[in-house]
């Protein structure tokens, strides 16, 4: 008899008060019905009570001991399920068929290992913000393999964990996420996936609200941290290149506010990609010489690719 897939929603959080709790709301009305499970890492006086529901569980770990990968492979050793959905708590299903249709394509492809969902920015995101949103989640959805490389480079490799579920299978198999890392955990697993021979999926119709208002002090941090990113995991620039990406997203914006009139928002997002290329720069320049090591020493990059 056919066995259904079972799957679980892991959410890691800190600090999440008031608001993450009604966002939980939206779960509730999805069609595709599934245990919740929150990661909190939030300091003991900032935790919040949760609603009390009969599928959500709560697990508390200290503050400290927060980390991308290895805080999401504590919630995938907890969940007992054939899928592992991904979101983090700041992503809100835009409507009731989001979980459904993010693990579809993997019930429907044994060889796809990943599926992450569109992001739609939120009603209130800078008009930059909001661009760069639909520059980098368009509308449709597509499949991502290794023959894709020389044409997608390392977008080939571009995965969201904001929203995404991983086929547990291949998940245990490849190690789950790297850990120690500070950024790009789900980039790093994708492309592993990948030279491993599966497929990554970008379902454009399982669809969060999600955007960020980065002061420029917080986007420098950021691609600061991302081209430390990088530099530490070189291999992936080799089998992927991203030349001229960046480019692209320059131009795209311009002619997208020029033809709009919207000058000074043009000029701010000129200068958001300065901020953006010089930290990226710097952190790569700056980062530590030594390459982060995977966590299985079996792996072998090399032969993956």
């Known amino acids: 008899m056919y066995k259904m897939a079972t799957y679980t929603v892991i959410i890691p959080v800190c600090n999440a008060g008031e608001a993450f709790g009604r966002s939980l709301e939206a779960f509730e009305f999805l069609t595709a019905k599934c245990d919740i499970l929150i990661i909190d890492s939030s300091p003991v006086q900032k935790q919040v009570e949760l609603p009390i529901q009969t599928n959500l569980r709560v697990h508390r770990i200290n503050h400290a001991d927060f980390n991308h990968g290895a805080t999401r492979n504590l919630g995938a050793r907890l969940a007992q399920s054939d899928i592992l959905v991904f979101f983090t708590q700041d992503s809100v299903c835009a409507d009731e068929n989001t979980i459904a249709e993010l693990v ?19 009603p209130s995101a800078d008009p930059i913000e909001a661009f760069n949103r639909n520059f980098n989640y368009p509308s449709e959805s597509r499949l991502k393999t290794k023959a894709d490389l020389p044409v997608l480079g390392i977008k080939t490799y571009f995965c969201s ?5 991983y086929r547990r299978y291949i998940f245990d198999k490849l190690g789950g996420f790297q850990e120690g890392v ?10 592993k996936a990948i030279n491993a021979g599966y497929g990554v999926y970008y379902a454009a119709q399982a669809r969060v609200f999600h955007s960020h208002d980065y002061t420029a002090a917080l986007l420098w941090k950021r691609y600061f941290q991302i081209g430390k990113f990088f530099a530490q995991n070189k291999w992936l620039l080799e089998s992927a290149p991203a030349a001229g990406e960046a480019r692209k997203v320059l131009i795209a914006g311009i002619t997208h506010f020029l033809k ?6 043009c000029f701010r997002f000129v200068c958001e990609a300065l901020i953006k290329g010089i930290a990226c ?18 792996f072998s990059m090399k032969k993956a690719i």
């Open 161 to 165: 964990n904001s929203c995404a579920a």
């Open 104 to 122: 579809r394509p993997l019930i429907g492809d044994p060889a796809i290992a990943v599926s992450y969902g569109r992001q739609i920015p939120k």
């Open 182 to 191: 500070g950024t790009n955990e789900d980039m790093l697993f994708a492309a």
């Open 260 to 265: 709009r009139k919207m000058y000074f928002t």
């Open 281 to 298: 720069r710097m952190g790569m320049l700056l980062a530590p010489k030594r390459a982060i090591l995977e966590k299985n020493a079996d």
